[in-house]
């Protein structure tokens, strides 16, 4: 499949937002909060994650129905962009010989917020530079693309962190840095050559209008049955998916300990997951083609269900290994169908809207799993059945999911 220079640009982001994902939530970051001396374990990472979760999750629907005036898109996602990329580089400032993880963790707050923002408006672009035929392999190839290019920044922050020590702070603050400048260049063809095509045209009193669009969505759910059910069911099992990606190393090393797992080889695990989930996210969009995005979610949900009973009986490097390729078979698929998906099913010119609607199910969804999985490390001293508070919301929201129709119902 040719793609358009729209499309080109569109997944380019993916390729620097994927650093962060890469760099910042799932590896970087979760040593050096570990680095503080008064920071009891890298698990507590969840309750920060779950507040910056509730902070965007409470922002996204009105900030994207406030987004779907002609000329806004662009403007909001700017904005949110620049946010995340200025609290991704001062993460460097805040060495762990500080004492201040309080401040660290109100910069990655921040971070976070302005990495999942602008996710509102860069995913409901996806309406902007594709049609609905093309939208599976497009979304898909934003992720496959976007995981194997994070490799470059991530492993250009791992071999500086291996030859300036890896039980020092520099290394890892140097590597936040250049995450920043990659997600920056990355993200300046998607400025330049995307632009906002569907949306609704500039009115008197823009937010007191925007306010009334909301309302009458919410007053309106049952027009829209299949959206709300795919959003319940979404809401279930991207938990599941965010919370692995956000805590897989405060897990592994909460269970196999320091001295079992040393950090290099854990960053290097991470390293070969983001490459497994290169091809696997190709060819979740190839498959979705013929038996449909519908089945492929289901595929991906069970893939992740077998991976948590997996990471219970983990004892060893290798089985490390071998989980990583299981999430990362999966990962990159199961995030970029749900967004074609959704996209399909909703009205294009509120796309703004509807895409605040499914990154507040999202969000909250993300909230729950972290939190969860700290708590339960909290209660019972062992990490190690943390993993199980996941499940459940794998196996809702797969029993929600098979309640959608076989055929997809677009809307234009």
């Not at 939530?25 to 001396?37: D, R």
């Not at 999942?116 to 408006?121: D, L, M, R, V």
């Not at 979404?234 to 919370?243: M, Q």
């Not at 990154?359 to 190690?384: C, E, H, S, V, W």
Request: proline share 4%; hydrophobic share 55%.
């Amino acid at each position: 499949m040719k793609l358009t220079k729209e499309e080109k640009s569109w997944i380019l982001y993916d390729c620097g937002n994927s650093a962060y994902s890469m760099a910042v939530t799932t590896a970087l970051l979760p040593v050096v909060f570990g680095m503080f001396n008064n920071v009891n374990s890298s698990m507590n990472l969840g309750y920060f994650n779950s507040i910056a979760s509730i902070l965007v999750a409470v922002l996204s629907p009105i900030l994207g129905t406030i987004a779907d005036y002609k000329d806004k898109k662009k403007r909001f996602f700017i904005f949110f962009a620049l946010l995340g990329m200025l609290f991704t580089a001062t993460l460097a400032f805040v060495p762990p010989a500080s004492g201040l993880w309080q401040l660290l963790a109100v910069f990655y707050i921040l971070s976070a917020i302005g990495f999942a923002g602008a996710n509102i408006f860069y995913d409901s672009f996806l309406v902007d530079v594709t049609t609905d035929e093309r939208m599976d392999k497009v979304s898909t190839r934003g992720f496959a693309f976007g995981y194997i290019s994070s490799v470059i920044p991530f492993g250009i922050s791992l071999a500086l962190i291996f030859f300036m020590g890896m039980d020092k702070a520099l290394g890892y603050q140097v590597g936040f840095i250049i995450t920043a400048i990659w997600w920056g260049l990355l993200t300046l063809p998607l400025i330049r050559n995307v632009r906002q095509i569907h949306f609704i045209e500039p009115e008197p009193q823009p937010v007191i209008n925007s306010f009334k669009r909301l309302g009458e969505t919410f007053r309106n759910i049952r027009q829209h049955k299949i959206v709300f059910v795919f959003l319940l069911a979404y809401f279930l099992y991207i938990d599941g998916v965010d919370t692995i990606i956000k805590m897989v190393v405060p897990y592994a090393l909460g269970v196999l300990g320091n001295n079992a797992l040393d950090t290099f080889t854990l960053l290097g695990i991470l390293l070969v997951i983001q490459i497994i989930a290169f091809p696997c996210a190709i060819l979740y969009g190839n498959l979705a083609q013929r038996f449909s995005a519908r089945t492929m979610i289901i595929v991906g949900i069970t893939t992740y269900i077998i991976a948590c009973f997996a990471a219970f009986f983990i004892s060893s490097v290798g089985h490390i290994f071998i989980l990583g390729a299981l999430i990362g078979s999966a990962q990159g698929g199961i995030q970029a169908l749900s967004r074609s998906y959704y996209a399909k099913i909703i009205p294009k010119q509120n796309s703004n809207e509807f895409f605040g609607f499914y990154n507040i199910f999202g969000k909250f969804a993300a909230i729950i799993g972290p939190f969860m999985m700290a708590l339960t490390t909290t209660l019972t001293g062992n990490p190690r059945y943390s993993i199980f508070a996941v499940v459940p919301l794998f196996v809702a929201g797969l029993l929600v999911f098979l309640t959608l129709p076989k055929d997809l119902v677009e809307v234009p």
